[in-house]
């Protein structure tokens, strides 16, 4: 987004129950109930604490009553006593209704339940002991001011503007790459010749203006789509008892449910189902949580293949949770009910974690439905709650009440070390795709970096909305595909099958660094995937974004392929497949076990700086170490390839003829028309080229370019091929050239067509001159092969044997008896 920032301060009324009452800035009021901020329960009680305002003395919850003193936000904390950690959740009730204001479920007893009440509100906090020891938790309360536009107390509310989606035209990368620079805010949905933006108000719609790129409107009110959109919410919750879906859910989830689906799907299913909570809580003290599925779910090392789906890196994609949490139920249904599903859980195991942001989710899903992308629009909170990027003015306040309003934070999908710095991420504290201060520098993208980093995740998807894609690495078209391509791309081409959406690399829908599979690919070799889901808001209708585009019905894309459901269910299957990872077998005692380690370094891309230069790239270290425990006798362990694709090589094919010899364009005598409105107004000039091919010559690229002399004036390119086709275009605006570039163009006739979009002056026009150049297709390159490092460690954790093991994808390698001397010095036999 553009500069809209302006100083606030945060009027604060801090609240704690003490024994003296409810202490509001020194001011004593008697406290409603009992007068210490230490609640307790004798017993726990299995129950969703935010469902109902219980009795007072229900079995296994305690409450204390207490009055909002403000217009805004009132944030109740829970923290463990004195080492007994247990499991308790926390609600806030409005005390007439019965209503439910705010909620918290984690898996520990570190809950934080934030939402907006009025001042003079009468409120009933809630604590429910879910299940351990622990029989007393603390509690703290804190209200913030809030004007009723979002804006600190103090600060003047901002008039309301209209915000609106555009599409631009980006026909080539520079265009993008020019548009990324604007600090407007991009979407996900885009493909070769345009991109989605959102244009939040007046200033934003001078920048794209004054950029000369091209652009015409998609959506003219984006509030009024925002308050529509939660007004069929409502409708289908109403009339709809359940849903296709696995849980039968009719609408989007809060944090809370989220937090308390998951671990009842633990309790209910022991032996397959484990909950857990990642290593690191967020800037705001939540923790974040996830499920592992799979048969005798709690032998974590027992060397099956990983598959990892997961959601909301991004707050406002709130289908990109609930999809992730459907593939959970649909897992623990199928197992039971479903043979072919039972069979691949038996042969996998399954990690789900469906909120990656809960900090930004729970700020986006508690705010209220204005969708005008304004700073205040906690709704369309994109980032995490990292404050310290901001400027000193804009770092004070919580993340749902600050001065930097929802612009505050980074992007956690441009925070990964995997070619960090470069080209496709914001470099300033406001800009949507904010990339931080460094790489992993959140603690939400170090959480999924240590599962993957201590796992074999052999299998990933990360789940965003929204633009009916399905992506895969390298997010930067000049870092080569990978030599994993071929199979890679027929793994997306197959997903793309069943939900029906665009299959390409990530740079085809634009430059973007520091993305999860760009890390966790390139470091691991584990397959790793982005779907945009859907392709028509960051959270659609719930009967469109969610049921359709997971069941696979209309108005789905994937209508009648199977959906997203289908597409997790192959994934799934490619998991289980141990042709798409590597495997180790061998021999070693039970109670002994396995690790295998190795760590390396990584350049990130050079770093580009706000003032428009750039510093030598910073070298990240990573370390993989995972663990196998071996039953006894043979073994059999999944893992990715020993080579990470960084080194292993680039994908390419060689040359099998020269490349044909660049051709200059003939201009037409004279100068055509202007024309704003082609191919609607037909009038351009039309200049034939022909590509040669095999066994003449061989073209791995084409490059067409046009240049004018003055920048003032502006022509725009067009090629198609001989059926008539739209193959490439350059239409940027506000330069003196354009270019087209076709890969691996067919042999045949084309056309370039040239639009004489301006002329500055009429009267004394601005004539171009055209040329086509080809280039050879590049040869793969191979890198040096690496080794993992395998070590053996007896029941008292001595290590007693340690070999090194090279292996492929799709290999499997005997490693003997690793566990004996003898076995280390044998040679490790290929078995296929």
Known sequence: MGSRLRSAVIARSGVALGAAGLVVFGLTVPAATAADNVLRADQAVTRA?????????????????ITSTVDGLIQARLAPQSGAEGDWDLAVFDKATGGVVAGSSAFRSRELAESFVKKGQQLVVQA????????????GVDFLALTKQGTPTGTAAPAAERAEMVRVETPERKDKQHLLGLGLDVTEKADATGVDVVLANDADRKTLRDSGLKFNTVDPDLSRTSRDNAAKDVAYAQKTPASALPSGRTTYRHLYEYEYELKELARKNPNLVRAFTAAEPTIEGRDVVGIEIATDVNNLADGKAIDFVMGVHHAREWPAGEHAIEWAYELVNGYRADPSIRSLVGKTRNIIVPIVNPDGFSISREAEPKGDFSRFDYEMKRKTCEPADSPPQFRTG?????????????????????????????????SETFRGSQPFSEPETRNIRDIVSKRQVTNLITLHTFSGLVLRPPGVADVRPPLDEPTFKALGDKLASRNGYTSEPSWGLYDTTGTTEDWSYWATGGYGFTFEIGTVAFHPPYQDGVVAEYTGVAPALGAGKGGNRQAFLDMLANTADPAAHSTLIGSAPRGYQLKLHKTFQTPTSPVLQPDGTTKPPIYVTDTLDSTFAPTGGRFAWSVNPSTRPYVAGRYGRDPQGPHQAGVDLVNPPGVPAENTSYPSNPVAESMPFTVKGLPEVDNGRVDVSVQWASSNDDWDLFIFNSAGQLVGQSASGGTNSERATLFDPPPGNYTAVMVDFDQADPAHPDDWAGRVDFASPLPTTYGPKEAYTLTCSDRIGRTVGMTDVFVDRGQTIDVGEVCSTRGNKQPHRLVN
């Open 49 to 65: 604490c935010y469902s109902s305002l219980l009795p007072r003395n229900a079995r296994g919850a305690d409450q204390r009553e």
């Open 128 to 139: 429910c002991r879910y299940a351990g020891s622990a029989r007393t938790v603390t509690l």
């Open 398 to 430: 919580v993340c749902m009440a600050n001065p930097g309003g929802a612009q505050r934070g980074t992007d956690p999908n441009r925070n990964y070390a995997g070619f960090w710095g470069g080209n496709g991420a914001g470099l300033n504290w406001n």
